[in-house]
Nanobody, 121 residues
Framework: QVQLVESGGGSVQAGGSLRLSCVVSGTIHSINIMAWYRQAPGLQRELVAEILSGGTTNYADSVKGRFTISRDNANNTVYLQMNSLKPEDTAEYYC???????????????WGQGTQVTVSS
């Protein structure tokens, strides 16, 4: 059974930093996409950042220059370094992966449970 375990959330003041981690465990052949989404009260869940297997990254315009996504393929871990945090970054952050469990299988998507990030002014 594939599992995603997130950590690193918490409360910080504006201008501070947090580093989120997501470890993927289970039978895994390869991970295509690793990403972070977030959802604030009253808003739709949105893509914050994603990193593809080849290293290509994409960011929401609102976090460009402040957030950095990275992945450790050897340990099936994705990180989100969040700097210069703003109150509007406050949300529940969710880890997402698209992976292949074994050769011959189709790609499957998994979500983490979520971790709260709160930024105060």
């Amino acid at each position: 059974q594939v599992q995603l375990v997130e950590s690193g959330g918490g409360s910080v003041q504006a201008g501070g930093s947090l580093r989120l981690s997501c470890v993927v465990s289970g039978t895994i052949h390869s991970i295509n996409i690793m990403a972070w989404y977030r959802q604030a009260p009253g808003l739709q869940r949105e893509l914050v950042a994603e990193i593809l297997s080849g290293g290509t990254t994409n960011y929401a315009d609102s976090v460009k220059g402040r957030f950095t996504i990275s992945r450790d393929n050897a340990n099936n871990t994705v990180y989100l370094q969040m700097n210069s945090l703003k109150p509007e970054d406050t949300a529940e952050y969710y880890c997402y992966v698209d992976l292949l469990r074994r050769l011959g299988y189709y790609y499957e998507s998994y979500w983490g449970q979520g971790t709260q990030v709160t930024v105060s002014s």
